[in-house]
């Protein structure tokens, strides 16, 4: 019993000598001198917040916040984790965002561009009346109003019009349709209508063909049509002349190159509004339409 006594003896001092050992990452608190409020109001200042247990002798882990709120991803020790702080915050200021090779960042923003269904039209579709004369008084708004509107309708028929009337404009094809007979002249003038009609749907096609190889993004169907309306509005008052002065006329070669002119503006302002280009391209999207119309039916003679 004495021994027993003894060996207890031992452990109690040697406990008693050695000090209390904290876990890794830990302070003891500060040694208390004396009571009361003010002694315990200081441990408090001095108190560290509540921590889980860790294993006696390892190092405490604390969670990365940079695998929060990630699917599937526990902190340390089996703790879930909370959302990310720094989600979100790639597009503020301050901060960047990766993209990859060909992605277009801002493709869901509210840039508009021509011809594309998922923009809406710059606005409403136009009656032919008020068409027709907004493209000889206001043809900058009328072609931006109408840059995704086709115009299939009043293009076809003024062309067909235009290029049956346009027939007797011309001096040897007007003396041939007069001397000739009615079951003649008839087929003759629907044919002549008819091959005005293909050539400026060809002509249309060509211009919307440069304007899109030289960087315009235009749907195809307003460009050919309001080509077409160009076309055969342009030269109404040099065709008018011609009916009474003959198309070899001076003045009318003269009123013929006026007009030439008004359409390479126009073709530029359609093109340009069209196809959202600068308007030297839209210049030379409209180069062959305004060559052909210039040796066929400003100046027949050439």
């Given at each position: ?26 302070q003891a608190p500060p040694p208390q001198h004396g009571g009361g409020a003010g002694q315990q109001r200081r441990a408090q200042q ?155 749907l060809i002509l249309g096609a060509v211009t919307h063909t440069l304007a899109r190889q030289l960087g315009g993004d235009g749907a ?83």
């Amino acid at each position: 019993m004495a021994g027993f006594r003894i060996g207890r003896g031992r452990e109690n001092r040697t406990s008693q000598q050695q000090p209390q050992q904290q876990p890794y990452g830990r302070q003891a608190p500060p040694p208390q001198h004396g009571g009361g409020a003010g002694q315990q109001r200081r441990a408090q200042q001095h108190q560290w917040p509540p921590q889980a247990q860790q294993p006696y002798g390892e190092p405490e882990y604390f969670d990365d916040p940079y695998q929060q709120g990630r699917p599937g991803q526990q902190g340390a020790y089996g703790r879930q984790t909370g959302p990310d702080p720094y989600a979100g915050t790639a597009n503020n200021p301050g901060h960047t965002q990766a993209f990859s090779v060909g992605e277009d960042p801002y493709g869901a923003g509210n840039t508009y561009r021509a011809g594309q269904t998922g923009t809406p039209p710059a606005g409403p579709r136009l009656h032919w009346k008020e068409l027709l004369r907004g493209i000889v008084l206001r043809p900058g708004p009328t072609f931006w109003q109408m840059r995704d509107h086709a115009v299939w309708g009043p293009a076809l028929i003024v062309t067909l019009i235009y290029g049956m009337l346009a027939l007797f404009g011309f001096d040897q094809a007007r003396e041939d349709t007069v001397n000739a007979t009615m079951a003649t002249a008839i087929p003759y003038v629907l044919t002549t209508g008819v091959a005005f009609v293909i050539a400026g749907l060809i002509l249309g096609a060509v211009t919307h063909t440069l304007a899109r190889q030289l960087g315009g993004d235009g749907a195809w169907q307003p460009t050919v049509g309001l080509s077409m309306l160009i076309m055969s509005i342009t030269d109404v008052p040099r065709l008018v002349f011609a009916f009474f002065l003959g198309g070899e006329n001076g003045f009318v070669q003269i009123l013929g190159w006026l007009t030439w002119l008004a359409a390479g503006a126009l073709f530029t302002s359609m093109v340009s509004k069209s196809h959202d280009l600068p308007w030297p391209k839209a210049l030379a999207a409209s180069a062959i339409q305004l060559i052909a119309l210039l040796s066929l039916l400003k100046l027949g003679t050439l």
